[in-house]
């Protein structure tokens, strides 16, 4: 199996604590053509009826920062396991920024997955939780369970940040870079 599992325990309060700032992140995917597009925030792209996206990083595993080049190194393992696992067209890089911090993570977005499924992807990948992107919310699911599809929703926003919301903007050159790096890691069809 490709990539590294992850083993370290994840507690739960630092979930609790760092909820209400993943709900208030912004999410960029790059779709087959290699097009930005945001997927929560400012404007996001309007979603296939019925559809859902789950997000997960393998960046920064138990919310412990790591090195630029070991983020890296977990990077090149998730989207070697993310090619190997899925087919192509049913996943896109998506990278999630804290538009306070600036603080962002690189991982995958998955078409249709069940939410179990994602949650044990999440879990393989030591993330504390994942984002589930659906018509008009995101959600934060918990990663602390068995994986079952009763995990924990811990936090609900809408997708469309309001127009009284901060418009945070994202530089295009960090939007560069950022696929840049995917490209550096694990050259991407597009």
């Not at 960029?28 to 997000?55: C, F, K, N, Q, Y």
């Not at 179990?116 to 939780?129: D, F, H």
Request: glycine share 10%; charged share 20%.
């Amino acid at each position: 199996m490709v990539g590294e599992r992850f083993t370290g325990g994840m507690p739960r309060d630092r979930t609790d604590e760092l909820t209400s700032g993943w709900l208030a992140s912004i999410l960029v995917g790059w779709g087959s053509d290699a097009r930005t597009m945001v997927l929560a925030g400012p404007d996001p792209v309007e979603l296939v009826a019925g559809s859902t996206i789950h997000v997960f990083t393998s960046q920064d595993p138990g919310a412990v920062p790591q090195s630029p080049s070991r983020n890296k190194k977990l990077l090149r393992q998730l989207l070697a396991w993310i090619h190997e696992t899925v087919p192509g067209g049913s996943w896109m890089p998506v990278t999630g920024i804290d538009a306070q911090s600036g603080h962002f993570e690189q991982g995958v977005g998955v078409l249709n997955w069940s939410r179990s499924r994602a949650v044990k992807a999440g879990t393989r990948w030591g993330q504390l939780a994942i984002y589930e992107l659906c018509d008009k919310e995101l959600r934060v699911i918990s990663c602390l369970t068995d994986g079952e599809a009763s995990s924990t929703i811990t936090g609900v926003a809408p997708r469309k940040w309001p127009a009284e919301a901060s418009t945070a903007s994202i530089d295009p050159a960090m939007i560069e870079r950022w696929w840049d790096t995917y490209q550096q890691v694990w050259p991407l069809e597009g």
